[in-house]
Every structure is written in structure tokens, then in C-alpha cells.
């Protein structure tokens, strides 16, 4: 079976590190796009970064400069790691591989999804 399980989320101080953690199942994550997806209490789900098949990256304007995506396909493994975090990036994450690995990651669907890790960013 395929899955994605996500680790890593708990509680973080404003300005502090979390590295959250995807790992694969079943399944091999080098020619898949994977996507780290964020829902707020009362918000919509929002896409926050990506990376494709080729390393190339996508990052929602509100964690430039403070996330980071990588893949160590090794490990068969994403990673993100989130610095200088925020109360506004408390949320539930959520990996999501999709199958066009090769395209514009931030476009793409996504066919299989984690079941989420709760990050909380106290001020």
C-alpha cells in the first residue's frame, strides 16, 4: 500500500525551528512532485512549498525566506524545515506526492496525502 506519514510538528516558540519530516510507503518518491499543505482553524487549505522531480521548488510568498523543502530520496524522505516560525503558521500540515513529477509543482494534483501533523507557534 502506498502511504505518506508526516512527523515532526509540536509546539515551537515565535522565531524558532521545526523540521517536519514526509516519508514514503510503498512506494519511491524520486519521479513525484511532493507538496507540504497547511489548513488553519476556519481557513483553507493553502499549499506552502513544493518541489519536483528535477528540484525545483515552489514557496507560498508568507514562508519565503523563512522554509525550506528537500527531498533526501535515499531516505525516501521530504523535509521541510520551517525557521523564524510564526504564530500565523500554526496549522496542520500535510504532505501530498503527486504523479506529474516533472511539472510546475505548484499546479499540479496531488493523488496521495498524509494524515497530517499539528504545528503550534505560540507568540
Known amino acids: 500500500q502506498v502511504h505518506l506519514v508526516e512527523s515532526g510538528g509540536g509546539l515551537a516558540q515565535s522565531g524558532g525551528p521545526l523540521r517536519l519530516s514526509c516519508a514514503a510507503s510503498?512506494?519511491?518518491?524520486?519521479?513525484?512532485?511532493i507538496a507540504w499543505f497547511r489548513q488553519a482553524p476556519g481557513k483553507e487549505r493553502e499549499i506552502v512549498s513544493c518541489?519536483?522531480?528535477?528540484?525545483?521548488?515552489y514557496y507560498v510568498d508568507s514562508v519565503k525566506g523563512r522554509f525550506a523543502i528537500s527531498r533526501a530520496n535515499a531516505e525516501n524522505t521530504v523535509y521541510l524545515q520551517m525557521d523564524s516560525l510564526k504564530p500565523e503558521d500554526t496549522a496542520v500540515y500535510y504532505c501530498?506526492?503527486?504523479?506529474?513529477?516533472?511539472?510546475?509543482?505548484?499546479?499540479?494534483?496531488?493523488?496521495?496525502w498524509g494524515q497530517g501533523t499539528r504545528v503550534t507557534v505560540s507568540a
Open positions: 518541489i519536483n522531480s528535477a528540484d525545483a521548488t
Open positions: 510503498g512506494f519511491s518518491l524520486d519521479y513525484y512532485a
Open positions: 501530498a506526492a503527486g504523479e506529474r513529477g516533472g511539472s510546475a509543482c505548484e499546479w499540479i494534483p496531488y493523488e496521495t
